[in-house]
């Protein structure tokens, strides 16, 4: 099984590095804005979307080493998924995130958080326009806009019995893929690849990002309080339709009557989750991540041979062996 320390071993001092420039980065503004800086990007997490960044710039670099512009679209990357994760736990009235209080919670305010989140994605923007690099500015912008759009669409289709898997991926790809997807693509433009090359970058982060938001909702079923950091069934319970419960509906008509009165009995969830977990959803999910990843790893075949390109493979075991 990939660990996580194993995977990112060719990039440690660069993450370490990173991890210091994203606390400087918001820098002293306001104290509050210090506080949440420093709360956030001091709670670890495993820094999977920049340190993607950083190994296709190191793999794509060849006996080179990367520029301060790549060091920054990975701080720009890592900054904006932060951004998304304290809007999300507004909007999901999420009490705990990584094992700690999220970001409202410990502000006592929405809407301090909510302003919080914002500063954070217009900081990113700023950062972004001075690598003076405009087809990376659109693509980082366009995650910007993914991101809402993939909130928002998650929200009108709460408790909808009759969503399509494909509306599922899409939603899925909005949410999560978009900023592997171009974040991948982006560092590859730094870095200078052929047109080619910085499209199969694209697909392998869209492809990794797709596998780990189908692993993380198979993990809504399978983990634990302790783990997750939230409820079992927290996204089914507040309508939110994953690839588990869209397979497991084929099967189970009386799942459809469960969701239909949206959980309205007491022990009306965890009837649910069982009737989840009695069905091949579970299963079905792990072959619908299984190809993704494996999809992910075919449009790596074009890289030069180094440790950071292996440790991008590898990527794919451990997106998957969290399952394990």
């Known amino acids: 099984m990939t660990s996580v320390t194993s995977l990112f071993s060719p990039i440690e001092a660069d993450l370490r590095l990173l991890s210091q420039n994203l606390i400087d980065l918001v820098g002293t503004r306001h104290p509050i804005l210090s506080a949440a800086a420093e709360h956030l990007f001091g709670a670890g997490g495993k ?149 080619e090359i910085a499209e199969h970058l694209y697909s392998y982060g869209r492809h990794i990002g797709l596998a780990y938001q189908v692993v993380d909702d198979i993990l809504d079923f399978t983990g634990s309080t302790e783990t997750l950091g939230k409820p079992v069934g927290s996204d089914l319970k507040s309508g939110n339709l994953t690839a588990p419960v869209l397979f497991a509906l084929e099967e189970k008509p009386y799942l459809r009557v469960l969701i239909e009165r949206e959980f309205a009995q007491d022990d009306d969830l965890e009837q649910a989750i069982a009737l989840i977990r009695d069905s091949r959803g579970l299963e079905r999910s792990r072959e619908l991540a299984a190809q993704h ?26 997106v998957l062996s969290r399952l394990s």
């Open 47 to 195: 820094r999977l979307r920049p340190a993607i960044v950083l190994l296709i710039s190191r793999a794509t670099m060849v006996d080179q080493d990367i520029t301060l512009r790549h060091r920054r679209l990975a701080e720009i990357t890592e900054m904006i998924h932060t951004a998304s994760l304290v809007h999300d736990d507004v909007v999901d009235e999420s009490e705990m995130r990584r094992g700690v209080p999220t970001v409202h919670s410990m502000l006592g305010s929405n809407r301090i958080a909510i302003l919080a989140g914002d500063f954070l994605f217009a900081q990113s923007s700023w950062y972004l326009a001075n690598l003076d690099n405009l087809e990376v500015v659109k693509l980082l912008s366009e995650v910007i806009m993914d991101l809402a759009a993939g909130e928002i669409q998650q929200g009108l289709n709460r408790f909808d019995q009759n969503l399509l898997l494909e509306t599922y991926l899409e939603k899925s790809y909005y949410k999560t893929a978009t900023l592997f997807a171009n974040s991948a693509k982006a560092a590859g433009l730094l870095s200078d690849v052929s047109r």
């Open 293 to 318: 990843a494996q999809i992910a790893v075919e449009h790596l075949v074009d890289l030069p041979p180094s440790e950071c390109h292996q440790a991008l493979i590898n990527m794919a075991d451990y």
